[in-house]
């Protein structure tokens, strides 16, 4: 039943530590924040979820983490977001038609994200997809996770590097020329 904490300096109190301080320095902490983003069901809670990145950053880099470590963390939460957004357009688009593969492409793939990157990614589609009858079905998961990710603050690749773009939703077979 304690709830605030002295800081002290010598015998002169600097400062006081709240519980608050404490769940908020807990709410930041990267396996916390993708703990919260696999529990999320809506694009919302991922977006309000994803605002946490900064604040998680900058504790970060406040307790001397190294950039790489940084940079895999932030990394982390983007694929548990990426998941979940998957799971979400699943949910919302009904089973895939034939297997696929969701691919991190660029930072996201190098492990290498800052909290202001860009999405790059890609689909494989399973070959024996037919894509006259399919590609609606793709088309619409890929433009809902892209959205999703968009909301969350990665930005839409200027390059169209996307799988929402044809090229780079494509049959197996097709990546494998």
Not at 5 to 34: C, F, H, K, W
Not at 53 to 58: A, D, E, G, L
């Amino acid at each position: 039943d304690i709830h605030h904490l002295p800081v002290m300096n010598g015998e002169t109190i600097a400062g006081m530590v709240t519980t608050t301080d404490l769940m908020r320095l807990q709410s930041d902490n990267p396996v916390y924040l993708v703990s919260q983003v696999r529990k999320q069901d809506t694009v919302d809670g991922l977006v309000a979820a994803s605002r946490r990145i900064p604040t998680m950053v900058r504790h970060l880099v406040e307790a001397d983490a190294r950039a790489g470590d940084t940079a895999r963390l932030v990394t982390a939460v983007t694929d548990a977001i990426t998941q979940r957004l998957l799971a979400i357009a699943e949910a919302e688009c009904g089973p895939p038609p034939v297997p696929y593969a969701w691919l991190a492409l660029g930072s996201q793939a190098r492990r290498e994200q800052t909290a202001h990157s860009d999405q790059d990614n890609a689909l494989v589609l399973a070959d024996d997809v037919d894509l006259s009858a399919h590609d609606d079905y793709f088309r619409s998961l890929a433009q809902f996770v892209s959205d999703g990710l968009n909301a969350c603050g990665y930005d839409y690749c200027p390059g169209e590097v996307m799988a929402t773009t044809d090229r780079w939703r494509q049959p197996l077979a097709q990546w494998l020329t």
